[in-house]
């Protein structure tokens, strides 16, 4: 029944497996000015990156900023590395923040990026780069994501901004803007002296579109056309007596300068009416989502014509603010609507504070009529801009405005209305095949048949999908590479035992330090599962130091090896398994936590290839010797109809997306039977779980032979020859 993917590092064979972009995609990285370019934001990022003329690009994958990543290790060996522009692909958002500090030291232009939780993982190192300035532009690209539908922790990297005297730049929905916003960026932070974020949304990252670019700039510093040395510079230290002085030249220069700058050059945007006596602010997107309400309403189209009576200001720099131009837009208007997006609201408060200080006799509206939680999506516009609209300006006198917005709202439950019920929350789930999912039926197997049940801390990966249904066995969902150390006064205060796990990329990110440091050197009791699948997945699929690859496809030469790392930090009790070899595996798994040696971290590592990966590799590879007319045997699983009395417990240790559920369609067992679907890869699990859970012997591996040898053709006919059909039927199918 096994399916035996048995996969090491020693033996694996390294093939770069490419990422999102193809060679169409990076050739029109090489066009001029006036020249078109059709692509997604990261595209659009990166080529306003290489007008600027960077030297330098690194950064930790993740969404929605993995695809610049990509963008820029497809793009290297065809582009970058003639240009000679650094990259890497940082071990964490720290080490990638760290890359700005050339830019503190030599006039290098250069520009790095994380997804928005990175933030407080780079803040240690960003914070000093920011105090002590940098000479010739650094730019951090946030994968900025209040919406959360590509990250987990709701935040905005506007505070950090704020605190951290970061300039913030939060581009409205439109490529061309953002690839202008790039280049204005970066000149912005030469010319302030200071370090810039723009926000790149879902919405832009994911959105492809034609602009018109410009030539791109060669750096004059690169690993091509290397400099004999870096300054110097002792008063580049954060440290006193330098520090205070950095200080006030941060507050009292360089942020001033910068907003000076956005006036000077129209980074700020005006829509509608300058005379109007009714305005509206926005930032970022929440400019879309207004356009997009106004034009529902009759008072704009989604191109940016707006009704004269309205003045729009749109701040593509949210920080810092212009008191010269906020001010300016205020002045005669009765009254002005804040649309800004979450919290902490300091746009609003800043221009509050601002009016209150300067005595502006100018009505202010915001998230006392706007949302002030949640992403600001059209649907959840209308009725505030309606009502600011009808109350507030008067433009509702006949009631249009309102009858539009009530017909708005009321599409929404109709379709509500049309599907009948709610439709069931769709939680997230592990890929068909994916050899995390073993190791989590395995640990509810265990518990089950111990009758306890441990403590899972859990941080951030993959894995964190294992705390939903079915397996319920992460307990925890911390930050990356916290999830052992969370669990220490959990079960230091507790009868339960702790098993914690993790992948191999959050590992390598972070936990090494953060959790096998810390547990070993507070003689930890717990068991310490490791998701070896040879990739960063959750982000992708990036290559890690595991893969012995870099993200260019160049070689390490060298080998970074878990096991030895964990013997090294003085893990001794250290066992491998694969988790396709489910009695191997429990036997392992029980032997481990059962350790009463001695308190200590014990250390299982699963190795197994991330499913998707080993697809994109294997298919490709029969195709061809399909092609080639050679052998190919490819294994898939079935239920047996006859078998399967349509009970489901199968189902409550695995969670495969393949095995689901089909009509019996007969009178007296009507329950819904398995049945697992054409997207099954053959992992065996689903038999594993059934014969290891004592379930039942429904499941069937079906191996399809494709060119079969001599030899497989002769045993077949005698097969079909000396054994009745039915018999010889179910030993094929087996």
Same mark, same amino acid.
């Given at each position: 029944?096994?399916?035996?993917?048995?996969?090491?590092?020693?033996?694996?064979?390294?093939?770069?497996?490419?990422?999102?972009?193809? /060679?169409?995609?990076?050739?029109?990285?090489?066009?001029?000015?006036?020249?078109?370019?059709?692509?997604?934001?990261?595209?659009?990022?990166?080529?306003?990156?290489?007008?600027?003329?960077?030297?330098?690009?690194?950064?930790?994958?993740?969404?929605?900023?993995?695809?610049?990543?990509?963008?820029?290790?497809?793009?290297?060996?065809?582009?970058?590395?003639?240009?000679?522009?650094?990259?890497?692909?940082?071990?964490?958002?720290?080490?990638?923040?760290?890359?700005?500090?050339?830019?503190?030291? *030599?006039?290098?232009?250069?520009?790095?990026?994380?997804?928005?939780? *990175?933030?407080?993982?780079?803040?240690?190192?960003?914070?000093?780069?920011?105090?002590?300035?940098?000479?010739?532009?650094?730019?951090?690209?946030?994968?900025?994501?209040?919406?959360?539908?590509?990250?987990?922790?709701?935040?905005?990297?506007?505070?950090?901004?704020?605190?951290?005297?970061?300039?913030?730049?939060?581009?409205?929905?439109?490529?061309?803007?953002?690839?202008?916003?790039?280049?204005?960026?970066?000149?912005?932070?030469?010319?302030?002296?200071?370090?810039?974020?723009?926000?790149?949304?879902?919405?832009?990252?994911?959105?492809?579109?034609?602009?018109?670019?410009?030539?791109?700039?060669?750096?004059?510093?690169?690993?091509?056309?290397?400099?004999?040395?870096?300054?110097?510079?002792?008063?580049?230290?954060?440290?006193? !007596?330098?520090?205070?002085?950095?200080?006030?030249?941060?507050?009292?220069?360089?942020?001033?300068?910068?907003?000076?700058?956005?006036?000077?050059?129209?980074?700020?945007?005006?829509?509608?009416?300058?005379?109007?006596?009714?305005?509206?602010?926005?930032?970022?997107?929440?400019?879309?989502?207004?356009?997009?309400?106004?034009?529902?309403? *009759?008072?704009?189209?989604?191109?940016?014509?707006?009704?004269?009576?309205?003045?729009?200001?749109?701040?593509?720099?949210?920080? !810092?603010?212009?008191?010269?131009?906020?001010?300016?837009?205020? $002045?005669?208007?009765?009254?002005?609507?804040?649309?800004?997006?979450?919290?902490?609201?300091?746009?609003?408060?800043?221009?509050?504070?601002?009016?209150?200080?300067? *005595?502006?006799?100018?009505?202010?509206?915001?998230? /006392?009529?706007?949302?002030?939680?949640?992403?600001?999506?059209?649907?959840?516009?209308?009725?505030?801009?309606?009502?600011?609209?009808?109350?507030?300006?008067?433009?509702?006198?006949?009631?249009?405005?309102?009858?539009?917005?009530?017909?708005?709202?009321?599409?929404?439950?109709?379709?509500?209305?049309?599907?009948?019920?709610?439709?069931?929350?769709?939680?997230?789930?592990?890929?068909?095949?994916?050899?995390?999912?073993?190791?989590?039926?395995?640990?509810?197997?265990?518990? $089950?048949?111990?009758?306890?049940?441990?403590?899972?801390?859990? /941080?951030?990966?993959?894995?964190?999908?294992?705390?939903?249904?079915?397996?319920?066995?992460?307990?925890?969902?911390?930050?990356?590479?916290?999830?052992?150390?969370?669990?220490?006064?959990?079960?230091?205060?507790?009868?339960?035992?702790?098993?914690?796990?993790?992948?191999?990329?959050?590992?390598?990110?972070?936990?090494?330090?953060?959790?096998?440091?810390?547990?070993?050197?507070?003689?930890?009791?717990?068991?310490?599962?490791?998701?070896?699948?040879?990739?960063?997945?959750?982000?992708?699929?990036?290559?890690?130091?595991?893969?012995?690859?870099?993200?260019?496809?160049?070689?390490?030469?060298?080998?970074?090896?878990?096991?030895?790392?964990?013997?090294?930090?003085?893990?001794?009790?250290?066992?491998?398994?694969?988790?396709?070899?489910?009695?191997?595996?429990?036997?392992?798994?029980?032997?481990?936590?059962?350790?009463?040696?001695?308190?200590?971290?014990?250390?299982?590592?699963?190795?197994?290839?991330?499913?998707?990966?080993?697809?994109?590799?294997?298919?490709?590879?029969?195709?061809?010797?399909?092609?080639?007319?050679?052998?190919?045997?490819?294994?898939?699983?079935?239920?047996?109809?006859?078998?399967?009395?349509?009970?489901?417990? =199968?189902?409550?240790?695995?969670?495969? !997306?393949?095995?689901?559920?089909?009509?019996?369609?007969?009178?007296?067992?009507?329950?819904?039977?398995?049945?697992?679907?054409?997207?099954?890869?053959?992992?065996?699990?689903?038999?594993?779980?059934?014969?290891?859970?004592?379930? =039942?012997?429904?499941?069937?591996?079906?191996?399809?032979?494709?060119?079969?040898?001599?030899?497989?053709?002769?045993?077949?006919?005698?097969?079909?020859?000396?054994?009745?059909?039915?018999?010889?039927?179910?030993?094929?199918?087996?």
């Amino acid at each position: 029944m096994v399916l035996w993917i048995y996969w090491q590092l020693n033996n694996y064979e390294l093939v770069n497996m490419g990422h999102s972009y193809t /060679d169409e995609d990076v050739a029109q990285l090489r066009r001029g000015k006036g020249e078109r370019l059709y692509g997604d934001g990261a595209l659009v990022v990166l080529k306003a990156l290489l007008e600027s003329g960077i030297s330098y690009f690194g950064g930790y994958p993740g969404s929605p900023t993995a695809n610049l990543m990509d963008a820029v290790a497809d793009a290297y060996d065809p582009l970058l590395k003639e240009y000679g522009v650094y990259f890497e692909s940082s071990s964490n958002e720290m080490s990638a923040g760290a890359l700005l500090t050339t830019s503190v030291y *030599g006039p290098v232009r250069g520009a790095v990026t994380w997804k928005v939780v *990175g933030n407080g993982v780079a803040t240690d190192v960003v914070d000093h780069v920011s105090q002590l300035g940098v000479k010739d532009g650094a730019m951090i690209v946030v994968g900025e994501d209040y919406g959360v539908s590509s990250t987990t922790v709701v935040q905005r990297t506007l505070a950090w901004g704020v605190k951290s005297g970061i300039l913030v730049i939060d581009p409205r929905g439109d490529q061309q803007v953002l690839h202008r916003m790039v280049k204005e960026g970066m000149d912005l932070s030469r010319d302030s002296k200071s370090v810039v974020a723009l926000l790149l949304r879902p919405q832009a990252s994911h959105t492809n579109a034609e602009i018109t670019v410009g030539d791109n700039v060669v750096p004059e510093i690169s690993t091509v056309r290397k400099v004999e040395a870096f300054r110097k510079d002792p008063t580049l230290f954060a440290l006193p !007596p330098f520090a205070q002085e950095q200080e006030k030249d941060r507050h009292q220069n360089r942020l001033p300068t910068a907003a000076r700058l956005v006036v000077e050059r129209g980074l700020n945007e005006y829509f509608g009416g300058s005379q109007a006596e009714f305005g509206i602010i926005t930032h970022g997107t929440t400019f879309n989502s207004t356009l997009r309400v106004l034009s529902l309403l *009759g008072l704009a189209d989604e191109f940016g014509a707006l009704d004269s009576r309205l003045h729009l200001l749109q701040l593509n720099v949210i920080h !810092p603010l212009s008191e010269a131009q906020i001010e300016a837009f205020m $002045a005669g208007k009765k009254a002005v609507l804040i649309v800004e997006e979450g919290q902490p609201d300091l746009i609003e408060s800043q221009i509050r504070a601002l009016a209150n200080r300067r *005595g502006i006799p100018c009505r202010i509206i915001g998230h /006392d009529v706007v949302p002030g939680v949640g992403e600001l999506v059209p649907e959840r516009l209308v009725e505030p801009l309606a009502r600011y609209l009808a109350e507030t300006v008067g433009l509702d006198a006949d009631g249009a405005i309102g009858r539009k917005a009530r017909a708005v709202l009321d599409r929404g439950r109709q379709v509500m209305d049309a599907i009948g019920k709610p439709v069931p929350a769709r939680i997230p789930t592990f890929c068909t095949g994916c050899p995390e999912r073993p190791v989590f039926s395995q640990m509810k197997i265990k518990d $089950a048949v111990f009758g306890e049940k441990d403590w899972h801390g859990g /941080d951030v990966g993959c894995y964190g999908m294992a705390g939903f249904k079915p397996f319920e066995m992460a307990d925890s969902n911390i930050g990356m590479g916290a999830g052992l150390a969370a669990a220490t006064a959990i079960t230091a205060l507790s009868e339960q035992k702790n098993v914690s796990v993790v992948g191999d990329g959050t590992l390598w990110h972070s936990a090494f330090n953060t959790s096998v440091a810390n547990g070993i050197y507070n003689k930890q009791e717990a068991t310490y599962i490791v998701l070896n699948n040879g990739w960063t997945a959750m982000t992708g699929a990036h290559e890690n130091p595991n893969v012995g690859l870099l993200m260019t496809g160049e070689p390490m030469h060298t080998e970074m090896s878990l096991e030895k790392t964990f013997k090294a930090m003085g893990v001794d009790h250290l066992e491998k398994a694969n988790p396709y070899d489910f009695k191997g595996f429990q036997r392992k798994l029980i032997r481990i936590h059962e350790d009463k040696s001695k308190p200590q971290v014990r250390v299982l590592i699963s190795e197994a290839e991330c499913q998707l990966q080993r697809q994109r590799r294997i298919r490709p590879q029969n195709a061809a010797a399909l092609k080639a007319g050679k052998r190919v045997a490819i294994d898939r699983l079935y239920v047996d109809d006859q078998v399967c009395v349509g009970d489901h417990a =199968c189902m409550r240790f695995n969670g495969c !997306p393949s095995l689901t559920l089909k009509s019996s369609g007969g009178v007296v067992k009507k329950s819904d039977k398995a049945y697992i679907d054409p997207t099954c890869v053959g992992c065996g699990v689903c038999g594993e779980v059934s014969t290891m859970a004592l379930l =039942c012997p429904s499941f069937v591996k079906v191996t399809t032979v494709s060119n079969p040898s001599w030899l497989e053709k002769l045993a077949l006919g005698l097969r079909r020859l000396l054994l009745p059909r039915h018999v010889s039927l179910a030993l094929e199918r087996q």
